[in-house]
């Protein structure tokens, strides 16, 4: 059974730094993409940010470049964001997703909730001005 646990998130003041964890379980191949997303109520789930468990490579939505970076520890399933110069926009419940197998579209429509697989349960990062 395919599990996803995050942890990480908290309360934070704009200009701070908080790094999310995705521990994954469950499940055992490289051909995977392991992303993350955010929600605020009302709103549509937003996509983050994305890596490729095969080589690493990454993505990230326009307005998370330059401030968001996704990692990846093979060793440990689990893959972290690190968040720096937050702002109180970034305020939302962060989800932790898996898609199973290898994806032949753009990284862009890859980041769309359609196309994951697996979620986590949410974390909750609050960034207050």
């Known amino acids: 059974q395919v599990q996803l646990v995050e942890s990480g998130g908290g309360s934070v003041q704009a200009g701070g730094s908080l790094r999310l964890s995705c521990a994954a379980s469950g499940y055992f191949s490289s051909t995977n993409y392991m992303a993350w997303f955010r929600q605020v109520p009302g709103k549509e789930r937003e996509g983050v940010a994305a890596?490729?468990?095969?080589?690493?490579?990454?993505y990230y939505a326009d307005s998370m470049k330059g401030r968001f970076t996704i990692s990846q520890n093979n060793a440990k399933n689990t893959v972290y964001l690190q968040m720096n110069s937050l702002k109180p926009v970034d305020t939302a419940t962060y989800y932790c997703?898996?898609?199973?197998?290898?994806?032949?579209?753009?990284?862009?429509?890859?980041?769309?909730?359609?196309?994951?697989?697996?979620w986590g349960q949410g974390t909750q990062v609050t960034v207050s001005s």
């Open positions: 890596i490729y468990a095969g080589d690493g490579n990454t």
């Open positions: 997703a898996l898609r199973l197998g290898w994806y032949g579209g753009s990284w862009d429509s890859l980041l769309s909730p359609r196309q994951m697989d697996y």
